[in-house]
């Protein structure tokens, strides 16, 4: 079944189908860690349905995106989604293999890149019975590595990659980055309460960034009490902290 959902009052609308992955809290996150300006060339790899696209242009409305995806089901989506927000002129999805891009989307063509990528490695945690499902969980379709040397192929000199991951996975992920010519340079933990471990990780690399990681501060989403926090508020559009720009 299919819905419509605002991602903020008054802002754009979603569309996404119980056949795939709902929304999720992580991709709100991913969302939230860059800093777009004016003008940024984008490009969102796995996109599925287009959501974190869709929200960096609920933050910053003067974007150009670029979203790719092998399910076709989830570029059909977000073709939709992106004609009923107005911005067909600025939202393309591509139906295309992360691994076979080069020659299809332009080399150093990016300021940034964005992905919510698969967490597990191939035959590692559930493994869902749908292919899209299972696309989207495990790295049967798509390395670390593989991700990571598609996003340094779009960049820029300079240009930033975002993702999240899973805390388990950051070994992996630095070297993945590093072999591909990304320097690694926040690191965010998630923790759903105080004291809680980590549940996931924000990151953001840059092409040919000099040596220095700076590690933030953590983003709890809840407080002692139980609550969802100020910032996480804001990342859903539930305050006027970050709403539309």
């Given at each position: 079944?299919?819905?419509?959902?605002?991602?903020?009052?008054?802002?754009?609308?979603?569309?996404?189908?119980?056949?795939?992955?709902?929304?999720?809290?992580?991709?709100?996150?991913?969302?939230?860690?860059?800093?777009?300006?004016?003008?940024?060339?984008?490009?969102?790899?796995?996109?599925?349905?287009?959501?974190?696209?869709?929200?960096l242009l609920?933050?910053?409305?003067?974007?150009?995106?670029?979203?790719?995806?092998?399910?076709?089901?989830?570029?059909?989506?977000?073709?939709?989604?992106?004609?009923?927000?107005?911005?067909?002129?600025?939202?393309?999805?591509?139906?295309?293999?992360?691994?076979?891009?080069?020659?299809?989307?332009?080399?150093?063509?990016?300021?940034?890149?964005?992905?919510?990528?698969?967490?597990?490695?191939?035959?590692?945690?559930?493994?869902?019975?749908?292919?899209?499902?299972?696309?989207?969980?495990?790295?049967?379709?798509?390395?670390?590595?593989?991700?990571?040397?598609?996003?340094?192929?779009?960049?820029?000199?300079?240009?930033?990659?975002?993702?999240?991951?899973?805390?388990e996975r950051?070994?992996?992920?630095?070297?993945?980055?590093?072999?591909?010519?990304?320097?690694?340079?926040?690191?965010?933990?998630?923790?759903?309460?105080?004291?809680?471990?980590?549940?996931?990780?924000?990151?953001?690399?840059?092409?040919?960034?000099?040596?220095?990681?700076?590690?933030?501060?953590?983003?709890?989403?809840?407080?002692?009490?139980?609550?969802?926090?100020?910032?996480?508020?804001?990342?859903?559009?539930?305050?006027?902290?970050?709403?539309?720009?």
């Amino acid at each position: 079944m299919e819905h419509w959902e605002k991602l903020a009052p008054g802002g754009l609308r979603l569309l996404w189908d119980d056949a795939l992955f709902p929304p999720g809290t992580d991709s709100f996150l991913l969302s939230a860690l860059p800093r777009p300006r004016p003008g940024l060339r984008v490009c969102d790899l796995g996109c599925g349905t287009g959501l974190v696209g869709f929200l960096l242009l609920q933050r910053q409305r003067d974007l150009s995106l670029t979203g790719v995806d092998r399910e076709e089901r989830a570029i059909a989506l977000a073709r939709r989604c992106a004609a009923e927000n107005g911005l067909a002129d600025r939202a393309v999805f591509e139906t295309l293999d992360i691994r076979d891009l080069r020659g299809r989307l332009p080399a150093g063509g990016f300021d940034l890149v964005v992905s919510n990528p698969p967490y597990f490695p191939p035959s590692r945690g559930l493994s869902p019975a749908d292919p899209a499902r299972r696309q989207a969980r495990t790295e049967d379709t798509l390395s670390l590595p593989e991700l990571c040397q598609a996003a340094a192929y779009l960049l820029r000199w300079g240009g930033g990659f975002c993702l999240v991951h899973r805390p388990e996975r950051l070994a992996d992920l630095l070297t993945a980055l590093r072999e591909a010519g990304l320097e690694p340079k926040r690191l965010r933990a998630v923790e759903s309460r105080p004291g809680a471990a980590p549940s996931l990780l924000l990151l953001e690399a840059r092409r040919g960034g000099k040596p220095g990681l700076s590690w933030e501060a953590p983003l709890r989403l809840t407080d002692a009490s139980g609550a969802p926090t100020p910032e996480l508020d804001a990342i859903y559009f539930r305050s006027t902290e970050d709403t539309i720009l």
